[in-house]
């Protein structure tokens, strides 16, 4: 089953707007990732944040996760034309004794120039 | 550095044909592992290697093989093609974390196959 789940699946927005996307899991994680796929292309890790973090930043990206309620939210400012993409989310899990990297199904954002 | 290669990048089956997906890091990672990506379904785990010598199966194995016999190269290898396994396959690397635990993933470019 998928453990990331992101939320909402699909968001249009103008240049310079802030995009927010959400993710939950439901198991116990050492870390949460976020990646960026452009169409047609390879995913990309954009930010890695630890489970006892509770936010992180790189550049205009910022990260949050609260393991109380399993969830983690990526906040892009001022978005840029070039931030058009689907954006994953993934947890690692220690099921079955060792890690696996888990998906969700990703969010796509579309930034209206 | 190349990072994670995959050949090919596209490829037509016929059901019931056999073929191996190639991939190679050259970062020296422990961890790799093979997803499928279909429409709607995000990436999904076939099969993961957390060294050489050892693979074990992801979320949806059934139909294909892995082996792990070098660091850098992780074959996967599609037993007798179906319909169901078009997809875009994707082969990423990783290298362990401090505490034992997947980090930053490195990803190959896909390799679209059909299966007709």
């Known amino acids: 089953s998928q453990q990331g789940e992101e939320d909402p699946q699909a968001l249009s927005i103008q240049e310079g707007e802030n995009a927010t996307m959400n993710c939950s899991y439901k198991t116990s994680i050492n870390n949460l990732q976020w990646y960026r796929q452009n169409s047609g292309r390879g995913l990309v890790h954009l930010i890695l944040i630890r489970s006892n973090e509770r936010e992180k930043h790189s550049g205009r990206l910022r990260v949050t996760l609260d393991t109380s309620k399993k969830s983690s939210s990526l906040l892009i400012t001022a978005s840029r034309a070039a931030d058009t993409a689907s954006y994953f989310c993934a947890t690692d899990s220690l099921r079955y004794g060792n890690n696996r990297l888990a998906f969700g199904k990703g969010n796509q954002v579309v930034v209206i120039p | 550095n190349a990072g994670v290669t995959q050949t090919p990048k596209f490829q037509v089956l016929k059901t019931g044909q056999s073929m191996t997906l190639q991939c190679a890091q050259d970062m020296n990672h422990e961890y790799m592992s093979w997803y499928r990506q279909d429409p709607g379904m995000g990436l999904r785990l076939i099969h993961y290697s957390v060294g050489a010598g050892i693979t074990d199966q992801g979320e949806v194995p059934n139909g294909y093989n892995v082996s792990r016999s070098t660091t850098e190269d992780f074959p996967l290898r599609l037993l007798s093609a179906a319909p169901s396994q078009t997809s875009v396959y994707f082969c990423?690397?990783?290298?362990w974390g401090q505490g034992a635990f997947v980090t930053e993933a490195f990803f190959g470019q896909g390799t679209r196959l059909t299966v007709v």
């Open positions: 990423a690397s990783s290298y």
